[in-house]
């Protein structure tokens, strides 16, 4: 048994090898899965949830430069290493844009960046406020690769640290659905009759409230945050893997091994866990592979609307929203960028679990 299985294995992952498309999908979600989890080694500012301010450069195009004076701050960042590889670092220093600086008479005198063609306040500073009165260090040009949002972030920070909530989203509430959508679809399907009806009467009752808005009635009932927004999404999206569920063994349970393993005296919760669900896998994935596109872009909507993951954490969605108005301000990008990378991710999703379904068929 173990060498068909394995066989069977090695079968669907050639098949799956030979899906350009879905191979291509992989590599993807493979690598957007790296960036959400190590984004803060990636981003330019690694502040917690990329939130350092540059009001004076807010809304500047993608490859903007300019020379930031940093600050030195007598506080201190004391979390841990851990802690600051996933979490970012806690923001303790100044920084400021500068268009020119000197020295003179052990003070650094430099003017303020206050937009092109405009003069920006000049200011003075003691040399003694940097270690050893060496300044050198703490001037450097910076460029925004992606350029600033309208407080004055850098976007592809931002951008970077906002994947971890659309990628891992749709984790946590494929894994919601899927735990509610087996039980109780697998329940309906076997035993039938009026435990059938039942969940059947549940289902369409879920079915029927439009999913946005049975989204953000749960969302209120959790309270707005991080976590209430994945609880909530999974809640919504069960009712598919259930009537899918349900479907399937309704199917099966008709078929001769079934059968056999009634005989054997073998327990319901074994026929269906051991004997029927690995036979209904290739349904699942694609139905787990479209909900996990479903929830991205759920998320995304709830952000917009503003009761999604809240300021200042960054989130895809919530970039769209603050930005949706410079599309008609000459700086459309500021919408697009987050935009663009939403459908890529979406669509890295349908098409894996499209060559997934079809690696799995074992009919063709």
Known sequence: MSKTNSSLTSLALQKFKTNLWGVISFWVIVVIGLISIFAYVLVPDSSKNANQMHLPIHSKA????VEILELPSVEKDESSF?????FGKTN??????ITNYSVENNLLHYTEYAGEGLIGQQKTI???????NNYEPYI??????????KYGRDYLSRILVGARISFFIGFVAVFISLLV???MGSIAGYYGGKVDAFIMWIINITWSIPTLLLVIAITLALGKGFWQVFIAVGLTMWVEVARVVRGQIISAKQLQYVTAARALGFTDFRIITKHILPNIMAPLIVISAANFAAAILIESGLSFLGIGA???MASWGAMIKDHYNYIILGKPYLAIIPGIC???????FMLIGNALRDALDVKS
């Open 342 to 348: 939403i459908m890529v991710l979406v669509m890295a």
């Open 181 to 183: 959508g087996l039980f």
């Open 92 to 97: 303790t220093k100044t920084e400021i844009p």
């Open 62 to 65: 993608p490859g903007f430069k």
């Open 310 to 312: 809240q300021p200042p």
């Open 140 to 149: 450097a040009e910076r460029t925004f690769v992606f350029g600033t949002d």
């Open 82 to 86: 851990i802690s600051r590889l996933f």
């Open 126 to 132: 003691e040399l003694s406020v940097f270690p050893n």
